[in-house]
């Protein structure tokens, strides 16, 4: 398995309207236009019911917002990381604020994702829970302060010596460890703050979906990504 | 919205292998073979990766297995109402045995289906559960008592009793309620007893899912029940 | 088993520092010392580390404000039935809005309850959910809007309709159903009003806990019972 | 706050009648009198309706099985750190496999438990998870294979290795890291051979409560302690 090409966007569609089916089809395409015009990698995370036909419409990486800690069988109603291979994901969030997840099942998650070859980006809601989760090695963390998500106001500014003491401990765990943050990321200044204080990127959802023009707001995070390194 | 038509079979795919992604497809391609044929209503409830491509590719009514008591937002990871609908789903398993809810959250989700069109299939683990979501008024109630899902002994056999107390608590409630039952039904016969104690149909998954020749068991099932009625 | 003595007050004493280990006891004398002067059946619902002090203290009634549906075994960290009953407690809270169950778990509460002689008050969120509860018939339901929770507006002022929507769907399924209604009480006339639309009594938190005085709106609270009666 | 003084046996009493109530004192007193007589440390973590009644009888330390992520408030139904505390706990189990917790969940439980001067003994599953755990510094990590809990057959034996290895783990993330290890822990030798293999003590269960006779077994468990130290 190849590594995940960083800097890197993820763009994460929530279960926003504007970014349900054809929505999120047309969402992943600017996304895709985006990156190639930039040369930035950017990802996006479309609901479940989604994936497959984002996949098969765009080359740019497509995520699960979740998988869960089961093995094919019977789990009625759960997210099988083989089902969302198969529809063509590369990764898969894993412990998004608004899905936390027990430690055994984030420690099951990053491994069976490791050896399925899917990409592991792990959410966290500060310095320690990153910490801790760097000892399992997933492939990104992604801080995200609950309390600033869908704020406008970016972690990078309100807290950004969370943002560095994060950086700091996990890298003395894992040198080589990828960071990204998110909440509250709406501006190109934004992401190149969140890119000076040591992260790879952000994970953004509504300062993406939300955004009057999309497209435009993509291309200025991009910009700023290309600008800075 | 007009009423799902009974009796009806509907088939639930879980997280089996055997019927993930193109496997899926090929499954639903012979449930809708054996729906025309037989003019026998046969419903299939996928993952939710796959919901989309098997409503593009067949015409018989598809199932999500779950959604979630959400409304369109900031729900990372969730399941949307609004999402397996516009994927081509008519409906949707509630509170499944390996997907059990909360008592207000099945309110809710029962509500939810019935103003945006969708139909409801509440599964149930026993007589006292099946008259509580009765008053509900889902557009179905499937009664699966869970120590013999997977067993390959059925519940009309092993507990006609509870299937025939169900039936008579829930039309005392609602005398208009539409009970399917499942739990070990792999055999013709066993759907024929089903019938015979007073549901209109079976929602299956291993006795079909895990069969060697799904269509020829299915096919049986079609039969059994198209001599009944 | 005898019945539980209506109308009847009930104070639940959450997780709040004011009704906490000598505190908890103190609110309970208090409780105890107003039931023996109005003759109006007040219980208490404290935490499950303070259920056997109280009962030991005091000859009013003391309910657990959960349980868990396990039975005596390998459960580290839950809430065993046979524990609060040898602590002391008559009976247990259920479904609070702050703890809200599986309908599975629901039932078989219910059940447990009833088996092991200890009462039940099931909590509900509004007329479908409590009209659900009313066919597992537990000894009480207790009607309680969670928006009204800790506002000070009671349900019985702001909602009047919801109350006696339920208490009539409520009646309709079983005629001896006793209902309570809760949520933002904290005056005597909202215990009036609650009677006078059919319920046999409240169940108060903060509005009892928190008050300055609890023992003056306790006894008010009382005597509104009293002259209602 | 002083350390806990180590070695340890911490004994849980789940949810066992034979450590529930009256039971529950009886067992904690022979606890305190082989800790008297043997010099030993030896805790206790009954069910939280024995907590205070425990804490007054003997002099050994009393553990809470677990506390919610909460603050004194409106949790109807949930274990409050001071509650536990006021009843005279000297700590908590977190995270035991019986009652597992979200990632963000323990690491606030460790940062409350530590202001508050609890003890925090977190359980964990294999050692990934340990390592992941003692970033977090708890004052002691307890390795719980939980497929051998209740088995019999000693973690210290069947899976050295993995005792070996989170010793290792844990150590080279925190030198000062205290480690037991439980599940299937019966005989004196299982206590030599966990501690040879670098912990300071065992968290058991069954291997005491449902000892024929639990004293002697006990009393075995802590020469063990005293002869290899």
């Not at 190849?2 to 926003?16: H, M």
């Not at 080359?59 to 969302?84: M, N, Y």
């Not at 492939?139 to 704020?151: K, N, V, W, Y």
Request: charged fraction near 20%.
């Amino acid at each position: 398995m190849s590594k995940l090409r960083v800097p890197i966007i993820i763009v994460n569609y929530k279960t926003y309207t504007q970014a349900t089916g054809k929505e999120a089809i047309k969402l992943s395409r600017i996304a895709e236009e985006v990156s190639k015009k930039s040369g930035v990698n950017i990802g996006v995370a479309p609901q479940f019911t989604d994936i497959a036909a984002i996949a098969a419409a765009v080359s740019i990486p497509v995520f699960s917002q979740h998988i869960d800690p089961i093995a094919p069988g019977s789990f009625t109603g759960h997210i099988l990381l083989e089902a969302v291979k198969e529809a063509g994901a590369v990764g898969t969030l894993i412990n998004h604020s608004e899905r936390t997840l027990k430690l055994c099942d984030i420690e099951t998650l990053i491994a069976k994702t490791r050896e399925s070859g899917l990409f592991s980006v792990v959410c966290t809601n500060n310095a320690a829970v990153s910490a801790a989760v760097s000892t399992l090695k997933p492939d990104i963390i992604s801080l995200e302060p609950p309390e600033l998500i869908g704020t406008g106001v970016p972690v990078c500014k309100a807290k950004p010596q969370v943002v560095t003491e994060t950086v700091k401990r996990v890298k003395s765990i894992n040198p080589n460890a990828v960071l990204l943050c998110g909440a509250g990321i709406t501006k190109g200044e934004d992401v190149t703050t969140a890119l000076t204080l040591g992260t790879m990127g952000v994970l953004v959802a509504s300062g993406i979906v939300k955004a009057k023009d999309p497209k435009k707001v993509l291309m200025e995070f991009a910009e700023a990504i290309t600008n800075s390194t």
